[in-house]
C-alpha cells in the first residue's frame, strides 16, 4: 500500500511539474535546422488575473514594479511584485496609454489618444506634457501619435509614433526637435529594378510608392544603443542601433537573423541578451550577436496552458533572468522561471564575453550533455577553443553550429598553420616541377620530338572537340554547322558533363561557400539545369523558323551543348577553389564564376550567330525573342498548373454528363 501511495505521488508530482512547462523549447541544430530541445524556463506564476486589466499594450519593469499601459482603463497600472500591492497613476490624464517607459526620477507615457507625451514623477503627480514638435524641421503636416517610448540617460526621448516612415521621433528632455534616427532602408526587388529601366519619371512618381517600413517597437540597453522591431520583415526585423542609427547586428552577422515578422515587443537584459515577442506568444532570445538560444512560448488556441498566450503584447526580463510576459487579450501577466539549462548557458555566454574563455569551456562541455545538437552550445564551444588556439577543434564544432563566419576564420588560422609549417616543401617542390617541364620540353624540342596523341575514335573525338570552343570559337561553330565535328550522341554527353558540373557546383562546393543551403535534392538540381536548356532550345527553334535562320532543330541541340565548354571546363576549377579559400577571399570565387558564366553566354551568341548565320542585330533579336518564348511558355504552365484542378473537375464533370445522357 505504501508503494502504491508513493507511485501515486510521483506521478502527480511529475504532472505537477509539467503542468508548469511551456509547450515546447526550440533551438537550432544541426545544419541550420529547427529543434526541439531541453525546456529553457518554466512557467512558475501568473499574476494580475483579477487586476481588471483591459486590452493592455505594454508593461516595463523597474525595481520590483511592474508598470502597465492599461490601454482600455486609460491608466498605468503598478504592480509591487514583492508586496503585491496594486495602484494606479494617470486615471484622470491619460486617454488611450500604448507605451510606458520608466527612469530613476519619472514615469514616461506614449498617449496615441492624446498625440502627446505624459510624464509623472514616481508618486503618480502629472508633471508636464510634450506634444508636437513646432520644429520646421519636424514637418508642418506630419502626424505625431506616439506609440512606444524608451528614454537614455541624458533625458532624450526616442519616440515610435504610428505611421513614422522616416525612423524614430528623437525629442530632448523639453520636447525640442533633434531629428529621427535610424530610418529603416527600403527595399528594391528586382521588378523595381526592371520598372526603373522603362518607366519615366512621372510614371514611377505615379504608379510606385516606395517607403521605408515603420517601426513596431523600440527598447534601450544600459549601455544606451536602441533596438527596434520591424513587422512584415524577415531576416532584419531586430536592428541593434550605434549612436549614428546604424544597424549592428547586421555588422556582426554574415546571415540572415532566424526571426519572425510579427514582432510586438522586444527587450534586453543586463547582459545584452535579446528577447523579442510576437503576437502569438512565441519568445525568442539572442545573444549579444544575434545568434538564436530558445525559441519558447506559443499561441493557446484549443485550451489555456501556462506557458501559452491568447494576444500577446509586451515582455519584460528582470535581474534574476525572470521573463515576464503580458497577454492583451487575457489580461494577465505569465512569469517564466529559467531552468538549469538556460542558466548554464547564461553563464557559458557571459563568461565569454568577460574574456574568460576556459572557464566558458567547461560549463559549454557540461551544457552539451544536456543537448549535443543546439547550434547555440557547439558556437559557444567553438569560440572557446578558437581562443584557447586549438582550431581544428573550433572548426568542426563551427560547422556543426553552421556558423559559416567563424568557421571561416578558423579555417584561416589552420591553413596558416600549414603553410608556415610546409613553406618550404611547397617551394621545392614547385620548382622541381617546374624544372622537369622546362629541361624536358627543351630536350623533345633540341630532339624534333613532337608528343601528338591521335584520337582515332569519332565520338570522343567529337566530345573533346569542346577545347576548340575555348580557342576558336567562330571557326568551332562553322564546322559544327557543316557536321565536320559533333553529333546528337557527342552533344547529349556533353549535356549530362554540364548537368554533372552543375550539380557539383550547387552541391559540391566546400561548407564555407555551399550553396546548398535549402537542402535540394540531387533531382531537384539536375531538373533546374535541364529544363531551361530543353527550353531554350524549342524557342530558339521557334524564332529561328520565322526569322529565316539557317540552323536545324539538330544543329541548334548541338552548338547549345559546344556553348557550354567554358563552364565545363573551368568551373570546376573555382569549386576546388571553393576548398581553399576562405571569407576573405570570396571575391575570388565570386568573380571567377562570373567570368565563366559571362564567357559561356559569349560563346553561346556567337553560337547562334554563326549557326543561323545572322548579322550583329539579327543574332540579339532572336535570343530576345528566344527569351520572351520562354517566359511565355512558363507563364502557360504556370497557369494550367494552377487551374490543373479545375481542369480536371471539369472534364470530369463533361464526362459523367455524357454518360447519364447516354444512358
Request: hydrophobic fraction near 45%.
Given at each position: 500500500?505504501?508503494?502504491?501511495?508513493?507511485?501515486?505521488?510521483?506521478?502527480?508530482?511529475?504532472?505537477?511539474?509539467?503542468?508548469?512547462?511551456?509547450?515546447?523549447?526550440?533551438?537550432?541544430?544541426?545544419?541550420?535546422?529547427?529543434?526541439?530541445?531541453?525546456?529553457?524556463?518554466?512557467?512558475?506564476?501568473?499574476?494580475?488575473?483579477?487586476?481588471?486589466?483591459?486590452?493592455?499594450?505594454?508593461?516595463?519593469?523597474?525595481?520590483?514594479?511592474?508598470?502597465?499601459?492599461?490601454?482600455?482603463?486609460?491608466?498605468?497600472?503598478?504592480?509591487?511584485?514583492?508586496?503585491?500591492?496594486?495602484?494606479?497613476?494617470?486615471?484622470?490624464?491619460?486617454?488611450?496609454?500604448?507605451?510606458?517607459?520608466?527612469?530613476?526620477?519619472y514615469i514616461y507615457v506614449a498617449d496615441v489618444g492624446l498625440s502627446e507625451i505624459v510624464i509623472f514623477d514616481k508618486n503618480g503627480n502629472e508633471i508636464k506634457t510634450i506634444g508636437k514638435p513646432k520644429s520646421?524641421?519636424?514637418?508642418?503636416?506630419t502626424k505625431f501619435k506616439p506609440r512606444k517610448i524608451v528614454v537614455d540617460k541624458r533625458g532624450n526621448l526616442y519616440i515610435v509614433s504610428e505611421g513614422s516612415l522616416d525612423g524614430i521621433i528623437q525629442l530632448?528632455?523639453?520636447?525640442?526637435?533633434?531629428?529621427?534616427?535610424?530610418?529603416?532602408?527600403?527595399?528594391?526587388?528586382?521588378?523595381?529594378?526592371?520598372?526603373?529601366?522603362?518607366?519615366?519619371?512621372?510614371?514611377?512618381?505615379?504608379?510606385?510608392?516606395?517607403?521605408?517600413?515603420?517601426?513596431?517597437?523600440?527598447?534601450?540597453?544600459?549601455?544606451?544603443?536602441?533596438?527596434?522591431?520591424?513587422?512584415?520583415?524577415?531576416?532584419?526585423?531586430?536592428?541593434?542601433?550605434?549612436?549614428?542609427?546604424?544597424?549592428?547586428?547586421?555588422?556582426?552577422?554574415?546571415?540572415?537573423?532566424?526571426?519572425?515578422?510579427?514582432?510586438?515587443?522586444?527587450?534586453?537584459?543586463?547582459?545584452?541578451?535579446?528577447?523579442?515577442?510576437?503576437?502569438?506568444?512565441?519568445?525568442?532570445?539572442?545573444?549579444?550577436?544575434?545568434?538564436?538560444?530558445?525559441?519558447?512560448?506559443?499561441?493557446?488556441?484549443?485550451?489555456?496552458?501556462?506557458?501559452?498566450?491568447?494576444?500577446?503584447?509586451?515582455?519584460?526580463?528582470?535581474?534574476?533572468?525572470?521573463?515576464?510576459?503580458?497577454?492583451?487579450?487575457?489580461?494577465?501577466?505569465?512569469?517564466?522561471?529559467?531552468?538549469?539549462?538556460?542558466?548554464?548557458?547564461?553563464?557559458?555566454?557571459?563568461?565569454?564575453?568577460?574574456?574568460?574563455?576556459?572557464?566558458?569551456?567547461?560549463?559549454?562541455?557540461?551544457?552539451?550533455?544536456?543537448?549535443?545538437?543546439?547550434?547555440?552550445?557547439?558556437?559557444?564551444?567553438?569560440?572557446?577553443?578558437?581562443?584557447?588556439?586549438?582550431?581544428?577543434?573550433?572548426?568542426?564544432?563551427?560547422?556543426?553550429?553552421?556558423?559559416?563566419?567563424?568557421?571561416?576564420?578558423?579555417?584561416?588560422?589552420?591553413?596558416?598553420?600549414?603553410?608556415?609549417?610546409?613553406?618550404?616543401?611547397?617551394?621545392?617542390?614547385?620548382?622541381?616541377?617546374?624544372?622537369?617541364?622546362?629541361?624536358?620540353?627543351?630536350?623533345?624540342?633540341?630532339?624534333?620530338?613532337?608528343?601528338?596523341?591521335?584520337?582515332?575514335?569519332?565520338?570522343?573525338?567529337?566530345?573533346?572537340?569542346?577545347?576548340?570552343?575555348?580557342?576558336?570559337?567562330?571557326?568551332?561553330?562553322?564546322?559544327?554547322?557543316?557536321?565536320?565535328?559533333?553529333?546528337?550522341?557527342?552533344?547529349?554527353?556533353?549535356?549530362?558533363?554540364?548537368?554533372?558540373?552543375?550539380?557539383?557546383?550547387?552541391?559540391?562546393?566546400?561548407?564555407?561557400?555551399?550553396?546548398?543551403?535549402?537542402?535540394?535534392?540531387?533531382?531537384?538540381?539536375?531538373?533546374?539545369?535541364?529544363?531551361?536548356?530543353?527550353?531554350?532550345?524549342?524557342?530558339?527553334?521557334?524564332?529561328?523558323?520565322?526569322?529565316?535562320?539557317?540552323?536545324?532543330?539538330?544543329?541548334?541541340?548541338?552548338?547549345?551543348?559546344?556553348?557550354?565548354?567554358?563552364?565545363?571546363?573551368?568551373?570546376?576549377?573555382?569549386?576546388?577553389?571553393?576548398?581553399?579559400?576562405?571569407?576573405?577571399?570570396?571575391?575570388?570565387?565570386?568573380?571567377?564564376?562570373?567570368?565563366?558564366?559571362?564567357?559561356?553566354?559569349?560563346?553561346?551568341?556567337?553560337?547562334?550567330?554563326?549557326?543561323?548565320?545572322?548579322?550583329?542585330?539579327?543574332?540579339?533579336?532572336?535570343?530576345?525573342?528566344?527569351?520572351?518564348?520562354?517566359?511565355?511558355?512558363?507563364?502557360?504552365?504556370?497557369?494550367?498548373?494552377?487551374?490543373?484542378?479545375?481542369?480536371?473537375?471539369?472534364?470530369?464533370?463533361?464526362?459523367?454528363?455524357?454518360?447519364?445522357?447516354?444512358?
Amino acid at each position: 500500500m505504501r508503494k502504491k501511495a508513493i507511485f501515486i505521488l510521483l506521478i502527480l508530482s511529475i504532472l505537477a511539474f509539467s503542468s508548469n512547462s511551456t509547450f515546447l523549447t526550440y533551438t537550432i541544430g544541426q545544419n541550420n535546422k529547427w529543434k526541439i530541445t531541453q525546456d529553457a524556463y518554466l512557467v512558475s506564476e501568473v499574476i494580475l488575473e483579477d487586476a481588471g486589466l483591459y486590452y493592455p499594450e505594454d508593461m516595463y519593469l523597474k525595481d520590483g514594479k511592474l508598470y502597465i499601459a492599461d490601454s482600455g482603463n486609460a491608466r498605468i497600472l503598478v504592480y509591487d511584485l514583492k508586496t503585491r500591492k496594486i495602484s494606479e497613476i494617470g486615471a484622470w490624464s491619460l486617454f488611450t496609454p500604448t507605451g510606458v517607459f520608466v527612469d530613476n526620477n519619472y514615469i514616461y507615457v506614449a498617449d496615441v489618444g492624446l498625440s502627446e507625451i505624459v510624464i509623472f514623477d514616481k508618486n503618480g503627480n502629472e508633471i508636464k506634457t510634450i506634444g508636437k514638435p513646432k520644429s520646421i524641421l519636424f514637418g508642418q503636416y506630419t502626424k505625431f501619435k506616439p506609440r512606444k517610448i524608451v528614454v537614455d540617460k541624458r533625458g532624450n526621448l526616442y519616440i515610435v509614433s504610428e505611421g513614422s516612415l522616416d525612423g524614430i521621433i528623437q525629442l530632448d528632455r523639453n520636447g525640442e526637435f533633434l531629428g529621427y534616427f535610424g530610418a529603416n532602408k527600403v527595399r528594391i526587388t528586382a521588378l523595381d529594378k526592371f520598372i526603373d529601366l522603362f518607366y519615366s519619371k512621372e510614371q514611377k512618381e505615379r504608379l510606385l510608392t516606395r517607403a521605408p517600413k515603420p517601426y513596431y517597437n523600440l527598447a534601450i540597453d544600459n549601455k544606451g544603443l536602441i533596438y527596434t522591431i520591424t513587422q512584415k520583415e524577415h531576416g532584419d526585423a531586430i536592428k541593434k542601433h550605434n549612436t549614428l542609427g546604424n544597424n549592428i547586428l547586421y555588422l556582426s552577422r554574415l546571415e540572415s537573423m532566424v526571426d519572425e515578422g510579427n514582432f510586438v515587443d522586444i527587450t534586453v537584459d543586463n547582459d545584452g541578451r535579446i528577447y523579442a515577442l510576437t503576437e502569438t506568444g512565441l519568445i525568442y532570445e539572442y545573444d549579444q550577436e544575434g545568434n538564436l538560444i530558445f525559441s519558447f512560448g506559443g499561441r493557446a488556441i484549443l485550451y489555456d496552458k501556462n506557458g501559452l498566450f491568447s494576444v500577446a503584447s509586451a515582455i519584460e526580463v528582470d535581474d534574476e533572468g525572470r521573463v515576464y510576459v503580458l497577454d492583451r487579450e487575457k489580461g494577465l501577466v505569465q512569469i517564466f522561471n529559467p531552468t538549469i539549462y538556460a542558466t548554464k548557458i547564461h553563464k557559458a555566454l557571459n563568461l565569454y564575453i568577460q574574456g574568460k574563455y576556459i572557464e566558458s569551456k567547461s560549463i559549454w562541455e557540461d551544457v552539451l550533455k544536456y543537448d549535443g545538437y543546439s547550434s547555440i552550445i557547439h558556437n559557444g564551444l567553438g569560440k572557446a577553443y578558437f581562443q584557447e588556439g586549438n582550431y581544428k577543434e573550433a572548426a568542426l564544432h563551427f560547422k556543426v553550429a553552421y556558423s559559416k563566419r567563424e568557421y571561416s576564420e578558423a579555417y584561416w588560422e589552420i591553413r596558416n598553420q600549414f603553410l608556415q609549417k610546409n613553406m618550404k616543401v611547397i617551394i621545392i617542390l614547385l620548382f622541381v616541377i617546374f624544372v622537369l617541364f622546362e629541361v624536358g620540353g627543351r630536350i623533345l624540342k633540341k630532339k624534333g620530338i613532337r608528343l601528338k596523341i591521335k584520337i582515332r575514335n569519332k565520338l570522343l573525338s567529337d566530345i573533346l572537340y569542346l577545347k576548340n570552343l575555348i580557342r576558336h570559337p567562330i571557326d568551332s561553330f562553322y564546322y559544327l554547322r557543316k557536321s565536320t565535328h559533333g553529333s546528337i550522341l557527342s552533344a547529349t554527353i556533353i549535356y549530362a558533363l554540364f548537368v554533372l558540373v552543375v550539380t557539383f557546383d550547387y552541391m559540391g562546393r566546400s561548407f564555407i561557400f555551399n550553396l546548398n543551403t535549402s537542402e535540394r535534392s540531387v533531382g531537384y538540381v539536375v531538373f533546374s539545369a535541364i529544363v531551361p536548356i530543353f527550353l531554350w532550345i524549342f524557342s530558339n527553334y521557334l524564332v529561328s523558323s520565322i526569322n529565316e535562320g539557317r540552323g536545324t532543330l539538330k544543329n541548334i541541340y548541338i552548338f547549345t551543348a559546344y556553348s557550354t565548354a567554358p563552364y565545363i571546363i573551368f568551373q570546376p576549377f573555382i569549386i576546388l577553389l571553393t576548398y581553399v579559400l576562405t571569407y576573405n577571399e570570396s571575391f575570388l570565387i565570386s568573380f571567377g564564376s562570373f567570368f565563366i558564366i559571362s564567357w559561356t553566354f559569349i560563346v553561346l551568341f556567337i553560337g547562334v550567330k554563326e549557326t543561323h548565320d545572322y548579322e550583329l542585330k539579327g543574332t540579339i533579336g532572336s535570343i530576345i525573342y528566344s527569351i520572351v518564348w520562354i517566359l511565355v511558355i512558363i507563364l502557360v504552365f504556370s497557369i494550367v498548373y494552377m487551374l490543373w484542378d479545375q481542369i480536371v473537375e471539369t472534364v470530369y464533370g463533361i464526362i459523367q454528363e455524357v454518360l447519364y445522357r447516354v444512358r
